[in-house]
């Protein structure tokens, strides 16, 4: 083995693999890893593709889909404004992508031996080595020890739970008109929204929308008894837009109807299957 340093690093097999040896005419590609598939991730690898020709770099993208989706989109797919396939965009739909994808997520990196460990969507463990990594997981949404919050509240982060909540929604519309118990239509027919930033103010908003359309196809069914409520711990209703725009947003949910509560949160969760409130959860990320 040589026993030079390799630009100042000490001598180890990966130098050796990145750098001619002696009596050695090919040199091995540098291989890069982007874990994530969401702005960043995506980005990251367009731009690769743009500043590196292929014969410099192997590049491989680690992500359980092959699309790259438009999260801020998904409350207009909850409610049926927009259809799935158009927030949600192929990776491969340039001719000219040549990124591997690797379909899975990360579970784990050694630094040390620069590999990291992939569990692919087949329940399968792999450890694929790199030589310099990109981490672009994205976020996850913030849950907190409330009954029955992780098992019963809906979710919005990916399309699936878009359209799972959309159905959820209207079969509680079905439930109700075929009921015959004041109480359980009632209880079917209200709807808690919980976290006031973008997505909750949207998905309250959106979804609004759909059962104040929908409602006109169920004869049988008082309009009124239908209730959307937004609530969140925080003082403000989207903070992250600044108090005037804050308050007009307010002001326009109000006006629809939308009853908004800030300050407080929910106490519990109830079973998705029972006649009890709809809880969609859309708390900030982490």
């Not at 090919?26 to 874990?35: A, D, E, G, H, S």
């Not at 981490?135 to 949404?141: E, K, M, Q």
Request: include cysteine.
């Amino acid at each position: 083995m040589c026993e030079r340093a390799v630009r100042g690093h000490p001598h180890n097999v990966e130098a050796d693999r990145l750098e001619p040896q002696e009596g050695m005419d090919i040199v091995t590609r540098p291989r890069i890893l982007v874990v994530g598939a969401g702005f960043a991730g995506v980005g990251c690898v367009r731009r690769l593709e743009r500043k590196l020709a292929a014969a410099e770099a192997d590049v491989t993208l680690v992500t359980p889909f092959a699309y790259q989706l438009y999260l801020p989109l998904l409350p207009q797919v909850a409610s049926g404004v927009l259809t799935p396939q158009s927030i949600a965009l192929s990776l491969r739909r340039s001719e000219k992508y040549r990124t591997r994808i690797i379909p899975g997520g990360a579970i784990g990196v050694d630094l040390q031996s620069k590999v990291c460990v992939i569990r692919t969507i087949t329940d399968e463990i792999v450890n694929e080595p790199y030589d310099h990594i990109v981490l672009a997981p994205g976020s996850v949404t913030r849950t907190f020890d409330i009954p029955g919050l992780t098992d019963h509240a809906f979710g919005l982060k990916t399309l699936a739970e878009a359209a799972y909540l959309r159905d959820h929604v209207i079969s509680q519309l079905d439930l109700a008109d075929a009921s015959n118990d004041p109480a359980e239509r009632a209880a079917r027919l209200q709807f808690v929204v919980v976290g006031g930033g973008y997505a909750g103010t949207e998905t309250a908003a959106c979804l609004q929308l759909l059962t104040h359309n929908a409602v006109k196809r169920y004869p049988r069914l008082d309009p009124s008894l239908i209730k959307w409520h937004l609530i969140d711990i925080a003082p403000k209703l989207m903070p992250e837009l600044g108090d005037k725009l804050g308050r007009s947003a307010q002001e326009v949910l109000r006006r629809r109807g939308i009853e908004v509560s800030l300050g407080v949160s929910i106490a519990k969760a109830g079973p998705r299957r029972s006649p009890s409130p709809t809880a969609a959860w859309c708390r900030p990320t982490r």
